[in-house]
């Protein structure tokens, strides 16, 4: 084969072969492919919030090769004519032993006594609410759902009542009686439908689940409130030829800086900690100042003592 990377030309001003394009974008980093990754819950999901911790720290290892989706799963619509034989629930006041078993075994505390007193009617208000941010902002909806868990699993409000969702709302800087305004109007019950239908198209029965699938439609499903191993291995499947790269865990300080308030048993599975080791670690990696240690039904959890505490 002839070298012609001699020959010039004079006009194009280039040695060799000239037939390309004077100006051209390359990208010389390598491709990365990604998945999409569906998280159907609810928010009243007793092994949901008990995945928080896990969820959290997939996200953080791993949340560069995903493209997530939150989608509500609907739960509760009422009380007539709802059963959940397996587990044995068929009134309110069945909940909340099942709710305390969860708590006991997840270590994410849960009371759970509201079942008794105040029973939830149906976990489509806040579920509504959540559309009506998400629509906005999609950060400030996962914001919102975090904060409704906490609301109901740990401090045992009812997340159902108006005035419960405007406070939430009204404490991450928006506008809680307009947003829960909104999410009683028949539009937002739409936007709420097309994620039950997305639910259903992906063969939801159970929540949590979350299911991942590639760029040729190929997927994974994953029911229930697993190990971190799940959804690693998981991702290896669906992105076979993408040599996965845990990211670095994030700094304690930056981490609560993020998320505001962390439980123990959050921190204990981002850092690969014994539950014994929980007060030492915390010393170590924060100064006094910058957090506050509180207790709730037997479980720690910290809050940051930063001035982006009043942002969500």
Same mark, same amino acid.
């Given at each position: #084969?002839?070298?012609?990377? #001699? ?10 072969? =000239? ?31 008990? &995945? ?19 989608? #509500? ?22 909940? =909340? ?10 270590? #994410? ?24 941010? %998400?629509? %906005?902002?999609?950060?400030? =909806?996962?914001? $919102? ?5 906490? =609301? ?41 439908? @097309? ?6 198209? &992906? ?31 998981? &991702?290896? %499947? ?38 014994? @080791? $929980? ?34």
């Amino acid at each position: #084969m002839p070298n012609n990377k #001699m020959i010039c030309d004079l006009e194009t001003g280039v040695c060799g072969t =000239a037939d390309e394009e004077s100006i051209q974008f390359i990208d010389l980093k390598p491709s990365k492919k990604k998945a999409d990754l569906y998280y159907i819950t609810d928010p009243i999901c007793s092994h949901c919030w008990a &995945l928080e911790p896990v969820l959290r720290r997939f996200g953080e290892q791993y949340g560069h090769y995903v493209n997530f989706h939150t989608v #509500m799963g609907g739960l509760l619509e009422g009380w007539d004519g709802f059963a959940d034989v397996k587990n044995g629930i068929g009134s309110p006041a069945d909940v =909340a032993g099942h709710w305390k078993e969860v708590g006991a075994h997840s270590r #994410m505390p849960i009371d759970g006594s509201l079942w008794l007193h105040n029973p939830i009617l149906s976990s489509y208000p806040p579920s509504r609410v959540f559309k009506v941010i %998400q629509q %906005q902002n999609e950060h400030l =909806a996962t914001v $919102f759902l975090r904060r409704a868990k906490e =609301a109901v699993f740990a401090h045992n409000q009812n997340i159902a009542e108006s005035l419960v969702l405007i406070d939430i709302v009204n404490q991450m800087g928006l506008d809680g009686e307009a947003i829960v305004d909104h999410a009683e109007l028949p539009a937002a019950q739409q936007l709420l439908e @097309q994620d039950f239908d997305l639910a259903r198209s &992906l063969g939801v029965r159970g929540f949590p689940t979350i299911i991942m699938t590639n760029e040729s439609n190929q997927g994974v499903k994953i029911v229930g409130a697993r190990q971190l191993e799940y959804y690693v291995k998981g &991702l290896e %499947q669906i992105l076979p030829s993408e040599s996965l790269q845990a990211k670095p865990l994030p700094e304690l300080a930056q981490l609560l800086e993020k998320e505001t308030r962390l439980f123990a048993k959050e921190v204990e599975i981002m850092y690969d900690l014994e539950r014994n @080791q $929980f007060d030492s670690f915390i010393q170590e990696h924060l100064p006094p100042e910058a957090y506050t240690i509180h207790e709730i039904l037997g479980e720690q959890y910290i809050e940051g003592n930063f001035r982006a505490n009043s942002r969500p």
